[in-house]
């Protein structure tokens, strides 16, 4: 009921064709009831009498009759359907909008196949009911108490005894209702699973054939495709089961009316009119209680569906921009970690170790910092508290001496250049990946970042240049050049903080070496974070900080920390006893 009351809400601006999809829905309904009381005086007092011109009148009364709800049945069947599409149009526009929102932390968690799914068929399973189900539940429960009074205002007695098998068709119908909505519940839960294995699998289609494991992910897909296909034929019983059955009394119900309404015929008490037209109504009371069992189908798929659709609406945004955010012109680019400790959502603060431990350490305006430390130390975490991926667990992330919680957060993400671990690049043109995070870029600005990163030559060396259409995730080009499009697209954005995350892992040394020289410019008055495991990646760094296990370990430059006893040395050492062995 809750479900169904908030997605009144949603109904709510369509007011107006509700109410006109009612009216002619009542209009409708009374033509159904009127048509076979027609039919009955053409039996009485047209063919029972032998006047041809009552017949020929009615008939065509009737003619008009069925021509008006025809009319009728059109424009509420586009008012409903207009319902049913402004619904989906908002629900989508919002939990696509929310979807937007969403933080880091509720992508850790995710599955993008069970996301999909509700923006699809779970939407598609409310709209069914909303522009659709609803107003033929209604249609058919007006009809069916219309047709009900019409009967027994006619003739009672026929009426009340033709109609003891409706309570055996509502009992199916409850039983019905009862177990049905627990297996749409399963339905859409699995259709979220199979879309899940299904898109994980194209995603890592590459990993899959690499490993030859295509026999296992069809044996993935197929147990869950069978289990859907079981759940779905759990269903299909409980409809083949109790659908039958409601035919089997609605039959009842005429074979009743035609044995009593033949006596009461025979004994005068009814006219022939009278029986002809109880046939009629008699189809009018069985049909809407043979279609609820179809309506109920749509009614629980969508109250199953619709929580799916709000679970993800009422998720906890954490992660939001302040009322009255500080705006971020100007920004110059000093950051303070200020006694920072930070864990993950779903880690245990009791036992759990922090990812990062009361970290303390200031950057000037236009510092380079290398952020050093082995695999999982919390180089990317430390990183991803400066742009709010995350908030800190404890202590402060200050930007020019303010928290980064006070600034408003686009103009403090769009103020963080990064090019991060792995890139990600739109099927869209090599253009319009550059200017992603600005896209009123001029060519000449877009062509000056290209330079920097070192792709610009190799861009316009291609057939169609910047226009270039690249496939989903940068498909076409080489992993370099995939982190150079993302370098370039870091640089565009010409922001006065540039974080590099492991920016130049997939080049070659040669390329490396190039861009870091190119990026001694870009540098330039930037204070620039540098996370890297190779320490020809480095080389340009005014200070580096060493993380290990989520601390601070070390801090200092180059030369100071070669000269102490730590990570860094060992690391040092490590890389060039390597070097020197090639
Ligand atoms: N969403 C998450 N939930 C829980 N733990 C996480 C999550 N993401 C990362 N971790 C853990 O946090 C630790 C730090 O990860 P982080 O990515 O910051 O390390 P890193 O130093 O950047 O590693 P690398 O050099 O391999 O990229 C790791 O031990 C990792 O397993």
């Known amino acids: 009921m809750k479900t169904l009351m908030r997605l009144m809400i949603y109904v709510k601006p369509s007011a107006r064709w509700v109410v006109a999809a ?46 008006l709800k025809s009319a009728g ?45 509700r923006m699809t068929g779970d939407i598609e399973a409310v709209k069914n009911f909303v522009g659709f189900g609803a107003m033929a539940l209604f249609t058919g429960l007006l009809t069916f108490v219309g047709t009900f009074i019409f009967m027994l205002w006619m003739q009672w007695q026929v009426t009340l005894i033709s109609a003891v098998t409706i309570p055996l068709i509502l009992l199916v119908l409850w039983r019905f209702y009862r177990k049905v909505g627990p297996a749409w519940s399963s339905i859409r839960e699995q259709m979220g699973k199979l879309t899940t294995t299904l898109q994980e699998n194209i995603s890592g289609i590459r990993v899959v054939k690499s490993f030859a494991a295509e026999n296992s992910e069809k044996g993935k897909f197929a147990a869950r ?18 659908f039958p059955l409601m035919g089997l009394f609605g039959g009842l119900t005429f074979v009743l009316m035609i044995w009593l309404g033949a006596i009461f015929v025979a004994r005068d008490e009814m006219s022939m009119g009278t029986f002809m037209a109880f046939q009629w109504y008699t189809w009018g009371m069985i049909w809407p209680l043979n279609m609820l069992g179809w309506q109920i189908n749509i009614m629980q798929q969508a109250v199953k569906a619709a929580p799916r659709v709000f679970e993800v609406l009422d998720a906890d945004v ?49 510092e380079v910092i290398a952020v050093l430390g082995a695999t999982g130390s919390g180089k990317s975490s430390l990183i991803g508290l400066l742009s709010r991926f995350y908030d800190t667990s404890s202590g402060r992330v200050l930007i020019d001496g303010t928290d980064v919680r006070d600034y408003e957060l686009d ?8 090019v991060p671990q792995e890139t990600f690049l739109f099927s869209a043109t090599i253009r319009d990946n550059i200017a992603y995070g600005y896209p009123g870029a001029t060519q000449e600005q877009i062509e000056h970042a290209a330079a920097k990163a070192q792709i610009h030559s190799f861009i316009e060396g291609l057939p169609h240049g910047y226009d270039t259409l690249i496939g989903e995730r940068g498909v076409g080009l080489s992993g370099g050049q995939r982190q150079r499009v993302a370098l370039a697209r870091a640089i565009l954005m010409d922001s006065p903080i540039l974080v590099l995350d ?18 001694l410019e870009v540098m330039k008055g930037r204070t620039t974070f540098i996370i890297a495991q190779r320490l020809s990646s480095i080389q340009h760094a005014d200070r580096i900080i060493v993380l290990e296990r989520g601390k601070l370990v070390e801090q200092g430059t180059h030369r100071e920390l070669s000269e102490r006893n730590g990570f860094f040395r060992k690391l040092f050492e490590q890389q060039q006893k390597q070097q020197a062995s090639l």
């Open 502 to 519: 492991e920016a130049t892992a997939s080049v070659d040394t040669a390329t490396e070496s190039a861009i870091h020289e190119a990026l």
């Open 411 to 418: 103009g403090l993400r769009r103020s963080i250049g990064i």
């Open 318 to 366: 954490d992660i939001e921009s302040p009322d009255a955010g500080r705006e971020t012109k100007g920004m110059k680019g000093f950051v303070t970690f200020d006694g920072v400790s930070f864990y993950f959502a779903d880690q245990d603060r009791k036992s759990d170790e922090p990812i990062l431990k009361s970290i303390d350490f200031k950057v000037n305006q236009g």
């Open 225 to 242: 495709n069978k289990q859907n296909f079981e759940t779905n034929m759990e269903r299909a019983k409980l409809e083949a089961k109790s």
């Open 22 to 67: 009612v009216i002619i829905m009542i209009l409708a309904t009374l033509f159904d009831l009127i048509a076979p009381w027609i039919l009955k005086e053409i039996f009485d007092k047209g063919i029972a009498v032998k006047n041809m011109s009552v017949v020929i009148s009615l008939t065509l009364l009737l003619a008009g009759v069925q021509a």
């Open 73 to 117: 049945m059109f424009l509420q069947g586009y008012s409903q359907e207009l319902v049913g599409q402004n619904v989906v149009f908002k629900l989508r526009e919002e939990l696509y909008a929310k979807l937007q929102r969403l933080s880091f932390t509720y992508y850790d968690k995710a599955q993008t196949g069970q996301l999909m799914s």
